[in-house]
């Protein structure tokens, strides 16, 4: 079973760029879709971008499309997040989460079991 952990979040002005990373503690995420949530003070949980277990595909929210990129190393240990142009819009906490499917079925909430902690990105001035 994974433990994921993200990091990278922080302070950044508007028009700035952030990257997320999500790993587990142990082991690679081969057998798991990937995605990046995140979650506003009062807004639901939002997909923003997801990635397949078997191959590059991936999905991005219409909200970020063209200025965020999710991508996962060779390796399989790491995925992440780039996020550019930010905008205070994009406040919110980023959580990263698994789902054992083969492939990548959606990047909704309610089909990924296992989660990360959360980390805090603030677009500010």
């Known amino acids: 079973q994974l433990q994921l952990v993200e990091s990278g979040g922080g302070l950044v002005q508007p028009g700035g760029s952030l990257r997320l990373s999500c790993a587990d503690s142990r082991f690679t995420l081969d057998y798991y879709a990937i995605g990046w949530f995140r979650q506003a003070p009062g807004k639901e949980r939002e997909g923003v971008s997801c990635?397949?277990?078997?191959?590059?595909?991936?999905y991005y929210a219409t909200s970020v499309k063209g200025r965020f990129t999710i991508s996962r190393d060779n390796a399989k240990k790491t995925v992440y997040l780039q996020m550019n142009s930010l905008k205070p819009e994009d406040t919110a906490v980023y959580y990263c989460?698994?789902?054992?499917?083969?492939?990548?079925?959606?990047?909704?909430?309610?089909?990924?079991?296992?989660w990360g902690q959360g980390t805090q990105v603030t677009v500010s001035s």
């Open positions: 990635i397949s277990s078997t191959d590059g595909s991936t």
């Open positions: 989460a698994a789902d054992p499917f083969y492939g990548l079925r959606s990047c909704r909430a309610e089909d990924y079991d296992i």
